[in-house]
């Protein structure tokens, strides 16, 4: 049984950073999802998929998974970088495009 530790980056329904500072541990898939003939939608008969555990800290994390004996890894979060927009710069005179409608 192995899992995967992460912080999970927000949605692009938000604009700001709630749910983005807890850490996530989710077990990895360790059968297949098949398809259900009738109905099209997919299953799985591996229950551990559906257990997301939420940490306060990466090290609270990673001591869980040490305590019940589960392999794991840690993805890294990407800070995401912030471009400073203005709407003066739009009508710079040194204006590297074009401006157009």
């Known amino acids: 049984m192995s899992a995967k530790i992460y912080r999970p980056a927000k949605t692009a329904m938000q604009s700001g950073k ?11 898939q360790t059968s297949p999802r098949r ?11 591996d229950t551990q998929q559906q257990v997301r555990l939420n940490f306060e800290s990466q090290e609270a994390a990673e001591a869980y998974a040490q305590r019940k004996g589960i392999e794991y890894r840690v993805v890294a979060p990407k800070e995401a970088t912030r471009k400073q927009l203005s709407y003066t710069d739009n009508f710079r005179f040194n204006r590297m495009q074009p401006w157009t409608h």
């Open 18 to 28: 709630a749910k983005t500072h807890r850490w996530v541990l989710e077990f990895d």
């Open 35 to 45: 398809i259900d003939p009738m109905f099209g939608y997919t299953s799985s008969s």
